[in-house]
């Protein structure tokens, strides 16, 4: 089955960047959608952002849309997740994430996670 392998992520001072990597393995033959959540201590799993496999369609929570860009290597079954300007509240572990849901934000659509990365903003 699909295997979702996650690098990148570490601290850095606010308003830095920072680039987060998906790739994933076993065969992505029904993925339909990748996409990337955080979860912050005493917080909810909340969106960040998403991709078709196939097709240049992007969803991104309003929280980061204009700092984060999310992409796709189809070649390489990867995902990146480029972070700018990062603030104190992006502080979270990130996880990246595939599927075959309709609805990008929601994480029902996701089958399969990665072990997900810590990230730390510190401002």
């Known amino acids: 089955q699909v295997q979702l392998v996650q690098s990148g992520g570490g601290a850095v001072q606010a308003g830095g960047s920072l680039r987060l990597s998906c790739a994933a393995s076993?065969?992505?033959?029904?993925?339909?959608?990748m996409g990337w959540f955080r979860q912050a201590p005493g917080k909810e799993r909340e969106f960040v952002a998403a991709?078709?496999?196939?097709?240049?369609?992007?969803y991104y929570a309003d929280s980061v849309k204009g700092r984060f860009t999310i992409s796709r290597d189809n070649a390489k079954n990867a995902m990146y997740l480029q972070m700018s300007d990062l603030k104190s509240d992006d502080t979270a572990v990130y996880y990246c994430?595939?599927?075959?849901?309709?609805?990008?934000?929601?994480?029902?659509?996701?089958?399969?996670w990665g072990q997900g990365t810590q990230v730390t903003v510190s401002s």
């Open positions: 991709i078709r496999w196939s097709g240049s369609i992007t």
């Open positions: 076993g065969g992505t033959f029904n993925m339909y959608v």
């Open positions: 994430a595939a599927g075959r849901g309709v609805v990008p934000s929601y994480g029902t659509s996701y089958a399969y």
